[in-house]
């Protein structure tokens, strides 16, 4: 699949957050790496860097490339993005649709709760929690396809760094900027 699904000569999207393994031109891999947000910040400071992979396995990995013409999507815990992604998502509207569920609750309305469960939860990487029902469900791993099926009326996804406001901007995207936003 790749990277740049709708690319045009009127549209100019930015991809981040996708589930795979980037296949490009690498120009290094980096271990130490505990998070996406770290990865996304390696890429920005790596010359000549465009895209990203950030392998979540219990060896996680930063992949950096040049080029990313297509994902491959057989690397369950790897996720994939470009130079320009924001480090952090908090509060994007929708849920994830495909990720590894660790527990769902009721958190009697109350997103704080959520996030704070999240952080209680040493593999906790996402939550998603749901206004009208007061359902909070925490992720190890989260991807929001774009398909439409991943959107709802009362839900928003958080990263486990924005529990407990300890994310901020410019790092916090508080939007679905992880699937198509446009570039600035």
């Given at each position: 699949?790749?990277?740049?699904?709708?690319?045009?000569?009127?549209?100019?999207?930015?991809?981040?957050?996708?589930?795979?393994?980037?296949?490009?031109?690498?120009?290094?891999?980096f271990?130490?790496?505990d998070d996406?947000?770290?990865?996304?910040?390696?890429?920005?400071?790596?010359?000549?860097c465009e895209?990203?992979?950030?392998?979540?396995?219990?060896?996680?990995?930063?992949?950096?490339?040049?080029?990313?013409?297509?994902v491959?999507?057989?690397?369950?815990?790897?996720?994939?993005?470009?130079d320009?992604?924001?480090?952090?998502?908090?509060?994007?509207?929708?849920e994830?649709?495909?990720?590894?569920?660790?527990?769902?609750?009721?958190?009697?309305?109350?997103?704080?709760?959520?996030?704070?469960?999240?952080l209680?939860?040493?593999p906790?990487r996402?939550?998603?929690?749901?206004?009208?029902?007061?359902?909070?469900?925490?992720?190890e791993?989260?991807?929001?396809?774009?398909?439409?099926?991943?959107?709802?009326?009362?839900?928003?996804t958080?990263?486990?760094t924005?529990?407990?406001?300890?994310?901020?901007?410019?790092?916090c995207?508080?939007?679905i900027s992880?699937?198509?936003?446009?570039?600035?």
């Amino acid at each position: 699949m790749s990277i740049h699904p709708k690319k045009g000569p009127n549209i100019n999207i930015l991809i981040c957050g996708k589930a795979g393994l980037c296949v490009g031109e690498s120009l290094g891999a980096f271990e130490g790496v505990d998070d996406k947000s770290t990865c996304v910040e390696t890429c920005q400071e790596t010359d000549g860097c465009e895209f990203y992979t950030f392998d979540a396995s219990s060896d996680p990995f930063c992949f950096v490339y040049s080029t990313c013409p297509v994902v491959d999507d057989s690397c369950a815990s790897c996720t994939s993005g470009e130079d320009e992604c924001p480090r952090v998502i908090c509060r994007a509207p929708g849920e994830c649709a495909t990720g590894f569920l660790l527990d769902e609750f009721d958190s009697r309305g109350d997103p704080a709760a959520c996030g704070e469960a999240c952080l209680g939860s040493a593999p906790c990487r996402w939550y998603t929690h749901f206004e009208d029902s007061g359902k909070c469900v925490l992720y190890e791993t989260c991807h929001i396809d774009g398909d439409g099926g991943d959107l709802c009326d009362d839900c928003l996804t958080s990263e486990r760094t924005c529990a407990g406001g300890r994310a901020s901007p410019p790092d916090c995207a508080h939007e679905i900027s992880h699937i198509y936003a446009p570039r600035k």
